[in-house]
């Protein structure tokens, strides 16, 4: 029997539980390749960490999620997905009002799929397959339409495009500090030279360092770490002038070039928001 729903949860498939907990645990018994189904959380609910023994599409058709593994942070804007590989350790916090589509994928199901967490598009044949999936009561091997339904959605999973909003952090301390520095208050004009100094290395060395710690460049982080500050803030529907403002960037055209070369389009085409001085 369900446990009493919680006002911060709504669970849209009713034959399984409202309780987190008891609802992974279902997830662990119940048979079948695939298990899709929908939920919505409240702005701010935080799901603490906990691991699947299958592979997890997360896809949040409205609001911002934010993923926090111990390979890094994931955003996940309205529209898009992450793939969360089974077995990986997570936590999940609601940074706006979200509704979610979640497809659980046994790891033998479907072959070549990555091994680390990513967020990846959701296409358009995706969306549609969610949409007329994700109500559906759980069936262990459905037939006919829905089977192909199923079938389809386990072929389209690996195909979906990678999109850079992971954000890895170093195990370097002193870089991991700067880092979390960062996320907590970015600042576009901060220099490599200013972050050297800051850790106590030349130049030369930290971008090295950096480099080898984390993957990406200086620079090319602090953009990603831009676009997580900035996600939420716009999808709750702040004025795109304030965010680049508040984000150090001199103009908001600055800002909206950052924004399409990083995610190919600007913030009102992108989630939506109203339109600013400057942008294209």
Not at 15 to 38: F, H, M, N, T, Y
Not at 53 to 65: D, E, T, Y
Not at 101 to 129: D, K
């Amino acid at each position: 029997m369900n446990s009493p729903r919680s006002p911060n949860t709504v669970v849209f498939n009713t034959d399984r539980p409202v309780d987190d907990e008891k609802r992974r645990s279902w997830l662990e018994e119940v048979e079948g390749d695939l298990v899709v189904g929908e939920i919505a959380q409240l702005a701010h609910v935080q799901v603490p960490i906990h691991r699947h023994s299958r592979g997890q599409l997360l896809h949040a058709s409205s609001g911002v999620v934010l993923v926090k593994t111990g390979f890094g942070h994931w955003m996940v804007p309205a529209g898009q997905a992450i793939w969360i590989p089974p077995g990986i350790q997570h936590a999940v916090e609601m940074m706006t009002d979200v509704r979610m589509q979640s497809v659980y994928v046994l790891p033998e199901a479907i072959s070549g799929l990555p091994a680390r967490p990513r967020v990846v598009g959701i296409t358009p044949l995706m969306r549609s397959l969610l949409e007329e999936v994700a109500p559906l009561p759980h069936v262990a091997r459905p037939t006919g339409r829905n089977g192909l339904l199923y079938e389809l959605i386990m072929h389209e999973i690996p195909r979906l495009p990678e999109l850079p909003l992971g954000l890895p952090f170093p195990s370097d301390p002193r870089l991991a500090r700067m880092c979390r520095a960062f996320l907590d208050a970015p600042e576009s004009r901060v220099t490599i030279d200013q972050w050297a100094h800051s850790a106590g290395m030349s130049r030369r060395t930290f971008t090295r360092r950096f480099k080898q710690e984390v993957g990406l460049s200086l620079s090319l982080w602090r953009q990603q770490a831009s676009l997580f500050a900035a996600l939420p803030r716009l999808a709750s529907g702040e004025a795109v002038t304030n965010v680049a403002l508040d984000l150090g960037y001199e103009s908001v055209a600055a800002f909206t070039t950052m924004f399409k070369r990083m995610l190919g389009a600007s913030p009102r085409n992108y989630l939506n928001v109203p339109a600013a001085d400057g942008e294209q």
